[in-house]
């Protein structure tokens, strides 16, 4: 067996714009596993600016992984808990896109190459998961007409990225969609990725809730936890951390949060919050104090965003997921990904295209 990393950057179809700037492309990293002529997959995508793990030393400890995994035998893979053991023997508690990583290229191995990286029906029958479609920042005109053209291709559920252009020409968009989409019939969500602040954040959910808009996430930015324990207790909209959750590695510290910020809906990326084992302590401990949530990709090409499909299909999910940014880019892993009416689902007569991490 020989385990390797490669590096992909993903071209934008369009320039996506946030209120951190404006995205034409995205870095991601491979680890590739081989044994007996078989390849199996897993993916690295930490986001720029963003991740704890972007960080100039990221390259140079996935060459420590790769080197360290090539000592290791065959019956270490096939280990239950092996990937949990290599995070403090590699020390990649601060690298939690790798550590996604390794638990996806295992359950590949695990399964027999067949990218089924968990058990669901997802994989297995086809079923399909409602998502959102995402309208990223643009002239007001535009991002009307990409949420038009999302609600008529299906989606139920359309998602803004907001806090980039005036507010106020922001209002008017919902404005005009209200006139056409009563709220029983389109559910509006806004991301400000932390865009608010402290004198204005007040005013401008409230001016959000009268478009009958049903979340917003991460309104201020992370770490000012007495105004966000506010928000979410006596905002007009209803609050969704998101950044706020990551670099949170301690069971201990996400209950803390979870107990003192009490917000309505949590937004998990489990590339950027350590992967799924991570993942699925942050959904216990939500669960157990009521506290909703909702998966999202963090722009991952498709072999990413197959495995956190599969992983969102274990649990008994209802509303609509963040899991729509395959079409993203020119250049992405085809996949059996297909994205219809507002759900996605796993077409086994499309196949897999791994040609592009063929050459060394």
Known sequence: MEIRWKKHRLDFTFQAGTSRGVLTHKDTWYLIGEESGKEFYGECGPLKGLSID???DFESRLNVVCAHLNTRSVHAWNTLGFVDSLIPE???IGFPSIVMALETLQADYL???KREIFESSFYTFGSPIAINGLVWMNEPEDMYAQAIKKIEAGFSCVKFKVGAIDFEKECRIFEKIREQYPEEQVNIRVDANGAFTEQDVWQ?????ATYGIHSIEQPIKPKQEELMRQLCKDAA??????EELIGMSALQEKERLLEELNPPFIILKPTLLGGFAATEEWIRAAEFRGIEWWMTSALESNIGLNAICQFTSTFPVYMPQGLGTG???HNNIPSPLTVENGHIFYDTTKPWDFSALKNR
């Open 237 to 242: 909209l209803e609050i969704a951390l998101d």
């Open 111 to 113: 399964n027999a190459y």
């Open 327 to 329: 079409s993203l880019y």
């Open 204 to 208: 401008k959910l409230e001016k959000l």
């Open 90 to 92: 590699l020390d990649l």
């Open 54 to 56: 972007d960080r100039p």
